[in-house]
């Protein structure tokens, strides 16, 4: 296997576990609840909890300029700089950007041998609200351009140095940083043990919704959660119509349509020949919905094609905003991203899917309690090749909590909070009860995770500081946010 640089890389060990992930689904016997738990405890013999307290820094990682020039390789050149920009403004931005790089020094590290469908980037800022198909407001994981199969122990040491890194961003003593890594990791543990212990039906279509607050001790969170859901529900397709476009109408035919206002360099437009391709590749994708998606997508028409930059580590991909309209003047804002592989999987046993976009859509629909309902994927014939997309909802009522802007007392709760969205995130493709005997209700494994956190906070900031010296010298070009 290859690494990130192009070398011999040594194959993980072979994992395990008792979910379809395995490949098939048996209904002919049932597997007693203590008898899995005996599996997962039986593992600690192996790998104890405590293996998570070890150095942060992997034998296989390379250099912090190396990591950057191939992670940009195959973005557009002219929005590298732009990347580089966003990176440089923090530890915790660099960090938010180098889901690769950590997977380089987690690469070889010990670990259960249990696997997850991870989120891939499970950082604290992925983490957000947005509206189910029936209103509510819930929050979940909401980022999954990395995800993939492979050690749970993997999303939980990025989020728990990710409070880290955002704590100290916001101003929080190292001690509430310790803290919030710490409540996150006994939070995950706590939920796993609880999911382990309810009706499957039950843990599985639970919504993390306003009540996750209470079951994960988060309450000091409560107002943040109310005033990110009321921002969320205003956060529309017609909201963005509101803002980003300009009227037209249609004297002919009566039709109201709206068009993208230029702001470059955020918001581009497109050419026509970009924008035909575009709508045929929405026109394909409509074959990756249910059929009753499909027939609702087919009731739009697309009124404008733009050129959006969105995100940390996706500048420099191809992601497009699509225009609809509907009945009576309404808007449907359609995102179309670029799916690169995931960054992990150089380190991982697997195996290259055959769509890249179709493994992000089906690792939400496996992770996510309610997924976008206009989420799938296409192809683009563009100038550079045939690329793979993913398509979204570009405004589905999303929100968020910024972590960096937590007081110290509610970086802890949020921290909890994530702790066990992460969780039951996790249970969708591991079983709950395998993972609840291996943690075996040890506290020594948040400990162990705090360590490990804090740990790697410190290599980020390394890491960080590497690459603005870097600037400074001019050997990489810089163009800062506007």
Request: charge should be negative.
């Amino acid at each position: 296997m290859l690494d990130i640089r192009g070398r011999e890389h040594a194959a993980p060990q072979v994992r395990q576990n008792v979910t379809v992930l395995d490949g098939g689904i048996n209904l002919r016997s049932y597997v007693p609840a203590e008898e899995v738990r005996a599996r997962g405890r039986a593992l600690r013999q192996r790998v104890p909890v405590t293996a998570r307290d070890r150095a942060a820094t992997g034998s296989g990682r390379p250099d912090v300029l190396e990591f950057l020039a191939a992670s940009n390789a195959g973005r557009l050149p002219h929005l590298v700089p732009l990347r580089i920009g966003r990176m440089i403004a923090s530890p915790f931005t660099f960090y938010r950007g180098a889901a690769g790089l950590m997977a380089a020094d987690l690469a070889g590290s010990p670990d259960s041998g249990l696997s997850a469908q991870l989120c891939g980037d499970a950082h604290a800022a992925n983490f957000g609200l947005y509206g189910t198909p029936r209103g509510e407001i819930v929050m979940d994981i909401n980022d999954f351009d990395e995800t993939i199969v492979g050690p749970w122990e993997w999303d939980l040491e990025r989020l728990a140095a990710s409070l880290v890194l955002a704590g100290r961003e916001g101003g929080a003593a190292e001690d509430d940083c310790v803290r919030a890594a710490r409540d996150a990791a006994r939070s995950y543990r706590l939920t796993i043990d609880h999911l382990a212990d309810q009706p499957f039906m039950e843990s599985w279509s639970a919504l993390p919704d306003e009540s996750i607050l209470s079951r994960a001790r988060a309450d000091d969170l409560l107002d943040d959660f109310k005033k990110a859901a009321k921002k969320a529900r205003k956060n529309t397709s017609a909201k963005v119509v509101e803002k980003w476009t300009e009227h037209l109408e249609d004297h002919q035919t009566g039709i109201s349509r709206h068009r993208f206002v230029s702001d470059p360099p955020i918001l581009t437009p497109v050419d026509d020949k970009i924008a035909e391709e575009i709508i045929d590749g929405l026109e394909r994708y409509g074959d990756t919905l249910r059929e009753s998606r499909r027939n609702l997508l087919a009731r739009f028409a697309v009124s404008d094609i733009a050129f959006r930059i969105v995100g940390t580590g996706s500048v420099g991909l191809h992601s497009y905003v699509a225009l609809l309209h509907g009945n009576d003047g309404e808007a449907l804002v359609l995102q179309l991203k670029q799916a690169d592989p995931s960054a992990l999987r150089p380190f991982l046993p697997v195996s290259a899917p055959r769509h890249e976009g179709e493994r992000i859509v089906q690792g939400a629909r496996l992770v996510q309690s309610e997924t976008d309902i206009l989420l799938g994927w296409t192809t683009l014939r563009l100038v550079t090749g045939e690329l793979p997309f993913t398509v979204r909802q570009f405004r589905n009522m999303k929100g968020s909590i910024d972590p960096t802007e937590l007081s110290s007392e509610d970086l802890d709760d949020y921290g909890r909070l994530a702790g066990a969205l992460l969780a039951r995130a996790h249970s969708r493709s591991l079983d709950p009860r395998l993972l609840a005997g291996y943690l075996d209700g040890d506290a020594a494994f948040e400990d162990a995770i705090a360590r490990f956190a804090i740990r790697y906070a410190d290599r980020t900031e390394s890491d960080h500081a590497a690459l603005v010296e870097a600037v400074r010298a001019g050997k990489i070009a810089v163009e800062h946010p506007q």
